[in-house]
């Protein structure tokens, strides 16, 4: 039988992963998601939505491709050079989203307005979301033999703002074409304010409420270089995400002297942190061969995270961490008369390192061996994920078709440190995630209606579980019923739509 102290070393390894998953998860773009420029890190397939795919894309339906396809609706928005190629329109993408068995919903109504000079061009964009949280995980208890609820299983009715939160996102792009010679050069902005980001209320198993607060902010320059048939395409992005989640717990516990369980709320105040710096380089070229384009891409990115969470899955305090992200990926396209179809392929080596300082309980289990403030355990992890894409597109007259899929890879080895035990621990996990997508496109002399699907399998819902026999004589020893336990995972499936109305501007 494994003894407690080695059992707690096993619960702490895991949830020191997932807990930097799920923090790492929370550092969105605001920009085209497939836009491949803030890499994102993930170490369990959380089903968290499509967020933030707010604006439309013409490649939405063809898997999202982007190395050597134009979207001259989506690409502005992450890449601000690129605003030249648009057009003059007024848009509006309503975009909803649900997560299989009630597990989450999010709806999203974003009106953008893009304008193109002779020389200037811009865009701007204002987006209002509500997001639906679930029930929150729960926690199971194996041969109970008192009638006691369980976190998370019983309780007040949740409130409104509990069950629904508020998002509101804005951005804008600001570009100009650098006199007679091939090069534009942009400015793009994006903020968003926070009621709610999908999938934080699983992390907290057992909570009786989780107020949600915070902000995003991105900024990007970019630069340009256009020709026929050929392009260059430079960018600097910096993000920063900053959540605040005060969360509140009813603890349990046997009353002696009145021979009666009794409940104790507290709060507890987390905080959320990402900043990164990113940069990416692009190139795509139109071959010798009529209708073949090859594109090329290339990106980093540095990521510190100055807080992680101390979410209910862990239950440990989370102290820094930082990464290095690279991406390298090419793709063709073949357009032939009214049809075209793409490939791509990305790989994406990631470094990332967190850690835990020592406190005086780690420093008194050391022996010694420790000080405070030194760090007592240490996570590596080294990612391999793989992107695949790829997507069909046909037009007969004025009605467009397209049908892609979009699958990742993602793989990892963790090794992790306890200096406090001096053990070391190996772990390599791997799963992928796959995303057909569908797309019909109606042009009308007014205007252009366009509908998305986007179907993404392979994820899942976390949750923990813990295996406690409770007994009249066990709970006269005051047993706090902490929600911590093993990791589990239910399937998810996300289920994205969306409508948009295109009014160019003629």
């Known amino acids: 039988m494994a003894t407690p102290r080695s059992l707690r070393s096993t619960l702490r390894a895991l949830r020191t992963a997932v807990a930097f998953a799920a923090a790492l998860a929370a550092g969105p773009a605001l920009a085209s998601p497939a836009a491949g420029q803030l890499i994102p890190l993930r170490t369990v397939p959380v089903a968290s939505g499509d967020q933030f795919r707010l604006l439309p894309s013409q490649t939405m339906g063809m898997g999202s491709v982007s190395y050597a396809v134009d979207d001259t609706i989506g690409d502005p928005w992450s890449q601000p050079a690129k605003g030249g190629r648009a057009t003059t ?5 309503p975009t909803f989203y649900l997560i299989s068995e009630q597990r989450g919903a999010g709806r999203s109504f974003p009106v953008a307005g893009m304008f193109v000079g002779s020389e200037w061009f811009g865009g701007a964009s204002l987006a209002l979301q509500q997001i639906e949280n679930t029930d929150g995980a729960q926690i199971f208890f194996t041969e109970p033999a008192i009638d006691i609820c369980c976190f998370g299983c019983c309780g007040p009715s949740r409130t409104l703002s509990e069950t629904f939160g508020r998002n509101l996102y804005v951005s ?87 021979q009666v369980p009794i409940t104790e709320r507290r709060v507890e105040a987390n905080e959320d942190k990402t900043r990164t710096w990113a ?57 032939e008369e009214e049809s075209t179809f793409a490939l791509e392929v990305a790989v994406q080596p990631i470094w990332s390192t967190t850690w835990q300082e020592a406190d005086t309980a780690d420093v008194t289990a050391s022996q010694g061996r420790l000080s405070e403030g030194d760090r007592s355990i240490e996570n590596d992890f080294f990612f391999t994920n793989v992107m695949m894409r790829s997507g069909l597109s046909h037009t ?22 306890n200096w406090v035990e001096q053990s070391v621990r190996d772990q ?42 409770a007994s009249p004589e066990s709970l006269a020893s005051d047993v706090l019923l902490a929600p911590e336990g093993p990791l589990t995972l239910q399937d998810a499936r996300v289920l994205t739509h969306q409508l948009s109305v295109t009014l160019p501007v003629r």
């Open 172 to 258: 804008a792009y600001l570009g100009r074409r650098v006199g007679e010679s091939p090069w534009s050069v942009g400015l793009g902005v994006s903020a968003a304010s926070l009621d709610a980001m999908d999938g934080v209320d699983l992390l907290y198993a057992g909570a009786d409420r989780i107020d949600q607060s915070g902000t995003i902010g991105d900024v990007r320059l970019g630069a340009v270089r256009d020709t026929d048939g050929d392009r260059v395409s430079l960018l600097f992005a910096h993000n920063r995400v900053s959540m605040e989640h005060d969360v509140t717990f009813t603890d349990w516990r046997w009353d002696d002297s009145l």
């Open 89 to 93: 329109a007024f848009i509006g993408s």
């Open 396 to 417: 007969f007259e004025n009605l467009t078709f397209q049908a892609g899929i979009e699958v990742r890879s993602y793989d990892y080895q963790l090794e992790q440190v």
């Open 279 to 335: 940069a990416q380089i692009g190139w795509d070229h139109d071959l010798e061969t009529e209708g073949w384009r090859v594109g090329v891409s290339g990106a980093v990115n540095r990521k510190t995270h100055p807080k992680i969470p101390n979410y209910s899955i862990q239950n440990i305090p989370r102290d820094p961490g930082e990464t290095w992200a690279y991406e390298l990926g090419v793709g063709f396209s073949l357009t």
């Open 428 to 469: 390599d996990e791997s799963w992928i995630e796959w995303s057909p997508t569908f797309g019909a496109l109606l042009s009308l002399d007014a205007l252009d209606l366009r509908y998305g699907l986007r179907v993404t399998t392979g994820t899942g819902r976390p949750g923990t579980a813990t295996v406690f026999a």
